[in-house]
């Protein structure tokens, strides 16, 4: 029974990242073969620098991602705190679920509604051509939002209420109590809520297509050499992303481990 | 200041939440440097009260005053008074010693003098070495101590403390209550204590007010409170009280229990009906022929110090505390002292506390004070 279990255990994991191992692997091959290794080259990660187009698009994936996981931090923090002070549970529970539906929501029908918002609005201020940089990016503070909140919600909820009136009360203005006292103790949700954020920011495929113009991002790119051959430098590319995500989720994980283990020890 | 100056007055405080009244026309005055304790249960609005004087709540009607001052209107971090929350509200992002020197960084207080300050705080409530320690590995008595010594870092001139004993067990409670005496009598400063518990606010404090529904019931020394109950709401709240309908014949002279009783109550129009207070300890078991009443034991508690009886009198049930045993279906004699007698106007609350025909050993586990009273 126990060997079964562990069995499965390492199925589950050979079929998950399987797929990732033969890329990791490929992406040092020194030919462009995919089914024979001929020999560790780093060459693909070289040319990948060289790579124009690649490179742009990246750069257009990391600001997107890194801005978008910013303002929506910001905002989704507020509005957990927000929400929380609501008074009336309806309202409350309303407002959670309206905030939710960008997350519950099909990529592909969010993708397309925001498209056609931002070219409808476009044409309503006289723009030619109104998707681009703004877009993608108001486009991912959309989908990130929620789950900014999710993660925030829990840790505000974890803290003592009385927590900002304690600091008000030891003489911190409004403003001074959130710093000083609210924000530190919700830290760990902040971030790992801003880690959520980001790796979606980064990855985002289908909303992105619909609403970047010109502004192409990394996937997008990738999407469209795809349809002539692709070359093992988009393996070295997606082993580069893959390895970038596999680090922030380790760190978010560890995060929350950390900061649940400090509630069990209370 | 004089010892006895008015510090906080609270004057025709109204204050609803969604349209239900919390507080309804408050009017307080707390003298400078007394231990004063707001007591009632859950819901008769004794932390809102706490809540508007400490500035976290603004009244819709009436004026708040700080040393003579109107305060309304004035947000919290600009008053001179300090809380102690319910359940600490502690930094948990902060060690033992930052948590104490919050405010005073806040205030921008030079490094040495605070140093100092912190230190002796530390000390006054004997936490002297563990300024290192991380909030959440302190006992609840512990975060207790921080608090406390977070709070009146500050020198405050009014400490505000919302139910801080409630978190602790019994044992750690009683010694908490010693030590802010100790610590108020230290410090010379007024608090103002938030608490259901009636024990604790009869031990502590200098004075005691009974609130229920919003409304001030009385306001007087603990030995007033129990002793002279205004209404049937704070006889009954206040330890145990067998509470009768009666009628008050003349100054001096009243009816109960189908019999005339001399009593020290006087004031009362003739023939006025009136509620009377008669405390189990207050009396006397006799025999039958001695007896001013008589009626038959239904069930005796044996509690250590002393028996809990309880004394069937013409359909309405007396508790009664005595050394002298007795043992269920005897007949037994009452005597009551005429100062064991305490008579009271009619209220809104005449009638709602009955005898002690439902009475149980859990409501016996709520209010056990009269030990302390004897």
């Known amino acids: 029974m126990k060997f079964l279990s562990k069995l499965y255990i390492a199925l589950i994991l050979v079929f998950l990242y399987a797929p990732i191992l033969v890329m990791f692997i490929f992406s040092f091959n020194s030919a462009e073969s995919v089914w024979v290794f001929e020999g560790f080259s780093l060459d693909w990660y070289k040319e990948l620098i060289y790579n124009s187009t690649m490179l742009t698009a990246l750069r257009h994936t990391l600001l997107i991602a890194i801005l978008s996981a910013i303002i929506s931090t910001v905002l989704g923090t507020a509005a957990a705190i927000g929400i929380l002070q609501l008074r009336k549970k309806i309202t409350k529970s309303l407002v959670m679920s309206v905030t939710n539906i960008p997350m519950m929501n099909a990529d592909i029908v969010t993708g397309i509604s925001l498209m056609l918002l931002f070219v409808f609005f476009g044409k309503l201020i006289g723009l030619n051509e109104s998707l681009g940089f703004f877009t993608v990016l108001i486009a991912h503070i959309t989908f990130n939002l929620p789950y900014v909140i999710l993660s925030v919600m829990p840790k505000l909820q974890q803290t003592d209420k009385h927590l900002p009136e304690a600091a008000l009360d030891l003489g911190c203005t409004p403003l001074q109590a959130f710093f000083k006292a609210v924000l530190p103790s919700i830290m760990p949700g902040v971030f790992s809520g801003f880690i959520m954020a980001f790796t979606l920011s980064l990855d985002d495929f289908v909303i992105s297509y619909f609403t970047c113009g010109h502004y192409q991002t990394l996937p997008i790119v990738i999407y469209n050499m795809t349809k002539k051959t692709v070359t093992p430098d988009a393996y070295a590319l997606s082993t580069i992303i893959f390895v970038t995500v596999f680090v922030l989720l380790i760190l978010y994980n560890t995060m929350q481990n950390n900061s649940e283990r400090k509630v069990a020890r209370r | ?374």
């Open chain 2, 1 to 374: 200041m004089r010892q006895n100056e008015n510090i906080v007055s609270l004057k025709n405080i109204s204050v609803a939440f969604d349209g239900e009244t919390v507080l309804d026309d408050i009017n307080l005055d707390i003298r400078n440097k007394e231990f004063i304790t707001l007591l009632g249960p859950s819901g008769c609005g004794k932390t809102t009260t706490l809540r508007i004087i400490a500035g976290f709540v603004e009244p819709d009607k009436g004026d708040v005053l700080f040393d003579d001052n109107k305060i309304n209107g004035v947000p919290a971090h600009k008053r001179q008074v300090n809380t102690i929350f319910q359940r600490y509200a502690l930094f948990p992002h902060l060690n033992v010693y930052e948590n104490v020197a919050f405010g005073l960084r806040v205030k921008k207080t030079p490094e040495k003098e605070l140093d100092l300050k912190v230190r002796e705080m530390l000390k006054l409530v004997n936490l002297t070495g563990l300024e290192k320690r991380k909030i959440d590995t302190l006992s609840g008595g512990q975060q207790q101590r921080v608090a406390i010594a977070r709070a009146i870092a500050n020198n405050p001139k009014v400490l505000l403390l919302d139910e801080p004993l409630a978190a602790l067990d019994l044992k750690l409670r009683k010694d908490m209550q010693t030590e802010l005496k100790k610590i108020q009598q230290q410090l010379g400063i007024t608090f103002i204590f938030v608490t259901h518990d009636q024990e604790e606010a009869l031990s502590m404090s200098d004075r005691v007010v009974v609130m229920d529904n919003g409304k001030i019931q009385q306001v007087g020394t603990p030995k007033d409170i129990y002793n002279e109950p205004k209404n049937a709401f704070v006889a009954d709240f206040i330890g145990e009280s067998n509470i009768l309908d009666g009628v008050m014949i003349d100054d001096r002279l009243a009816e109960f229990s189908g019999k005339k009783f001399e009593c020290l109550d006087s004031g009362f129009e003739k023939n006025e009906p009136v509620d009377v207070v008669v405390r189990p300890e207050d009396v006397d078991i006799v025999p039958l022929s001695k007896g001013m009443l008589e009626g038959v034991v239904t069930s005796i508690t044996f509690l250590g110090v002393h028996y809990e009886i309880i004394v069937d009198i013409g359909g309405f049930k007396w508790m009664i505390q005595t050394t002298d045993e007795q043992f269920v279906g005897d007949k037994v004699g009452l005597y009551i002292e005429p100062d064991a007698i305490h008579i009271m106007k009619k209220s809104e609350y005449s009638g709602k506390y009955g005898d002690y025909s439902s009475y149980s050993e859990e409501i016996d586990h709520l209010s056990d004070v009269e030990e302390d009273e004897n």
